[in-house]
């Protein structure tokens, strides 16, 4: 396949993406695919402690790479729970047109019922597949220890991404790192509840706990943050 070919490709795969994207997460009445429901969080998590206890511990969930990132390494997998311990799938699932993926966190001592946003996921396959186009990392100013700002205006975007974040009013930046990968930037969220809520953690300790801790929303597709001398959120050395 010549250059021009491969290009055209992956032109028709960054349009039908997007296309693919708005309809997916439609959901099965309108609003409902939006908000994970207390509800909906709760059902599936006594779902997964009946499955846990009829198989002597063993969890309903999907086989990911050792290296996969924490908060996406145990999404649930419904077919194990529907119909026995659950009459059906969430309308906040994906499976079901919503935006969130049902994972698992604390697998070893409290396994925890939690959910990912996928819009994030989303805009970063969105991202890979302009970096594919343009041939090149669009690396910008050094923010952090090996985490730059995005080009946008490199990969043909008029203004940077942002997402909504699933914590608060603000919009979050696009950052990416070292290795090339794309990453949500929470910072905003995490510096609002530290001057907030005047929480003492220690430098070194990855805080993005503080927001898994307060929502159904992990903060996935993400880089570990500490804090520095000012009790500020900052990047992680890696």
């Known amino acids: 396949m010549n250059f021009s070919m491969k290009k055209s490709l992956l032109v028709f795969l960054l349009v039908l993406t997007t296309i693919l994207a708005g309809c997916m997460y439609q959901g099965d009445e309108e609003g409902q695919g939006k908000i994970p429901y207390d509800d909906h969080i709760e059902s599936v998590q006594r779902s997964v402690e009946a499955f846990q206890a009829d198989t002597g511990g063993l969890l309903p969930i999907k086989t990911k790479d050792a290296n996969t990132d924490i908060y996406i390494k145990y999404p649930i997998e419904f077919s194990k729970i529907i119909p026995k311990y659950m009459e059906k799938i969430p309308a906040s699932a994906y499976e079901k047109g919503g935006i969130f993926q049902y994972v698992l966190v604390d697998v070893e001592e409290n396994p925890t019922v939690k959910v990912v946003d996928l819009r994030a996921a989303e805009m970063i396959r969105d991202l890979n597949l302009r970096v594919s186009m343009k041939g090149t990392t669009p690396f910008k100013e050094q923010i952090g220890d090996n985490v730059y700002e995005i080009d946008f205006e490199a990969l043909g975007y008029k203004t940077p991404l942002t ?31 530290l001057s907030e809520e005047n929480i003492d953690v ?31 959120p900052v990047f992680m050395r890696r």
Request: no cysteine; hydrophobic share 30%.
């Open 202 to 232: 220690k430098e070194g300790e990855d805080i993005r706990s503080l927001l898994e801790e307060r929502s159904h929303v992990v903060p996935a597709y993400s880089l570990p943050y500490t804090v520095n001398e000012e009790n500020e």
């Open 163 to 193: 997402l909504e974040s699933p914590y608060s009013d603000a919009h979050l930046p696009v950052v990416v790192g070292g290795d090339g990968n794309f990453y949500i930037d929470y910072s905003i969220d995490l510096n609002q509840i």
